[in-house]
Every structure is written in C-alpha cells, then in structure tokens.
C-alpha cells in the first residue's frame, strides 16, 4: 500500500519504521526543510527519535501535493495543536474515501473537538480512524513489543487499518469506539503531567499510584458522560496509556511534569523537553469539559492552578490530599 505520513517528529518517524516492516511504500512529510533535509541524509532523526534508521525506501518531502498523491491511507502524526491546519491544507489534495488515521493525543483549545472531529471537519470526504495505546515512539521505533487499539466508525476501515500496522511486534485491536479511545489518549497526558509534578516533589511511589488511580477514575467519569465505553477506559488507550505516560522515562509530559515540580514555570520546562508536551495544550480544555459535563476532576483542577494560575506544586497537592472525605466506589450498599 502506499501511504503518507504527515508529520516527521518522533511518532512519524516511528510509524514510517515500522510500516516498512509490511512493505508498504512510505512517504513522510514535514513543512520543516531543514528537517527533511536531515532525514533525506541521514535517514534519522538525529534530535527527536536517534538511533532509530529508516530504509532507504522512504521517501522524505515538503511538498504535501506530492506527499498525498495516489495515497490511499493517510497517517495525521502532526502535534495536536497543528492538526487543523494540517488537515486544512491537506484537503486539496485527499481524494474521496482516503482513510486518515489520527494518532495524535489531544484536545483542540478553542472548540473542545476530539481531534478525529476536527480532521473530519476539515476533510470530509476521507474516513476516519484513530490509533491509540501505550506505544512510546523510543520503543515502537526499535521494533519492541508493543500493543494499541484502532477505532473507527465502521468495521472495514478499522480492519483494514489493523491488517496495515500490525506486524509480529506491533499487535493492533479494533474497536467501535472513537470517542473513548481520543479521550482517554488525551486526557491521560494531563494526568501524567501531575505524576510528573508529585516525583519532582519526591513523593514517592505510593503517590504516583493514587494519581493513576484517582486519575482514572476522572477520566472515565467525564469519559462516559461524553459517550464513550467504560470498557474502553479500562483497557490498551485508557489505562494501559496511563500507565506508561505516567511511569516512562520516555514519557515527555511526566519529565516536563518533574521540571515543573521541581520548580520550573510551564513554558521553561517545555523548553527543557524540546518537544511538543501535549498535556499542557490539553490541560484547559480537559477542565473547560469538566465544567460543561458538570464531572468532579480534582486532579486536572490541580494541574490547571499550577500551570496557569501561578499556583504551587504544594499547594495543590495540599488541596488534593485534604479535600472532603469519600466513599472510594459509589453505589455500594454497606
């Protein structure tokens, strides 16, 4: 199959590796010259993803009309805040029926869309899948067992994506439902910034196990009230993706979360990261959401005053610990 990525960061990159593995002819774009310069000679990338090596089959360019042409599916890897005009400028040249897969995690700012509805809005005449679930580009990359879920709206698409991307180390699940897997692939990054900020504390494991349990328990009450699957919540892009942002060192958004525990501002740890750190970009819509579906979310209200409100790391983890008492699970009977 002949497929485009768009988007030549880390994830890209990833995906372009391991596409190659089922022989598929891969063409990566990136609106950065000097980066497709770079992967041109190198067939790395030095800053973001080194050490993993492309095949001297892939192609690299910054020209999308040619990056998109006579694609049949269509891989969006662009950061979640340059989705749109990703997807706006690569409208011109989708032809009816392209399958867009989205594995970007986010939240868009301004409106509140899943970023499947915003890729949907601007090209709809593709369809649309999205790929989520543990899978760190580091270990995808090297070709390291990995597992993630696919969801799209009909059954085809979604296996004809699974028979795309699985390989005997990359195993895919398909799944109906799109909703939970966006949500619990975005909201998920906000949580992971706040077990960041508790080990720059140095709280200690028992912490960062309440937050990804607490955490959870957030995410699938807004998740459900938004129309996704408990079940979803519970498994590969709900849990499973909590897990790891929360405890990886691969994890972007738990090493800015460590800076900013540490003392940092936002924007300086992002700095210190030198990449995309989607939590933050996700973190006001996550709360803004909260309030519309009127969903309790103590932890992304914590994350929220310490990014924005110029609240401190121990403040918020005080106002966390010593909030009213409550039963842990709801509708038990004593």
């Excluded at 002819?25 to 067939?43: F, G, H, Q, R, Y």
């Excluded at 799109?178 to 990054?189: F, Q, T």
């Excluded at 955490?215 to 499973?240: D, H, Q, R, Y």
């Excluded at 691969?250 to 525990?261: D, E, F, K, P, V």
Aim: net charge negative; hydrophobic share 45%.
């Amino acid at each position: 199959m002949k497929i485009c990525i768009l988007g030549a960061g880390s994830w890209g990159i990833a995906i372009a590796k391991l596409l190659t593995c089922n022989d598929h002819e891969v063409t990566v774009w990136s609106i950065d010259p000097e980066e497709i310069n770079m992967l041109k000679t190198a067939c790395e990338h030095k800053t973001k993803l080194p050490g993993v090596i492309l095949p001297g089959c892939v192609e690299f360019t910054t020209d999308m009309k040619l990056a998109l042409e006579g694609k049949k599916l269509v891989v969006i890897a662009v950061p979640s805040p340059f989705v749109r005009t990703t997807a706006a400028a690569a409208f011109p040249y989708i032809e009816d029926g392209t399958t867009i897969v989205s594995v970007a995690k986010g939240i868009e700012e301004e409106t509140l869309m899943r970023l499947s509805e915003v890729i949907e809005q601007e090209i709809p005449q593709a369809k649309i899948a999205v790929l989520s679930g543990p899978s760190h580009a580091e270990e995808v990359g090297k070709s390291m067992p990995t597992t993630v879920v696919v969801g799209a709206k009909s059954k085809e698409v979604a296996l004809m994506v699974q028979d795309a991307f699985m390989t005997d180390f990359f195993r895919v699940y398909t799944s109906p439902d799109i909703v939970g897997i966006e949500l619990g692939g975005a909201l998920k990054n906000v949580i992971a910034l706040a077990a960041g900020i508790s080990d720059g504390l140095g709280c200690g494991d028992n912490a960062k196990a309440a937050i990804i349990t607490r955490g959870i328990v957030e995410i699938t009450s807004l998740g459900t009230k938004m129309g996704g699957c408990p079940e979803t919540f519970a498994g590969l892009s709900g849990i499973g993706d909590l897990i790891v942002t929360c405890a990886s060192v691969h994890s972007r958004n738990r090493r800015a979360g460590i800076l900013i525990g540490q003392g940092m501002k936002y924007q300086e740890a992002m700095d210190s990261v030198k990449m995309v750190v989607e939590g933050v970009y996700s973190a006001k819509a996550a709360l803004a959401l909260s309030k519309k579906y009127d969903v309790e979310m103590p932890i992304v209200e914590g994350v929220n005053k310490v990014l924005f409100e110029d609240y401190s790391p121990k403040e918020a983890l005080h106002d966390l610990l010593t909030r009213d008492r409550k039963i842990e699970v709801t509708g038990l009977s004593w």
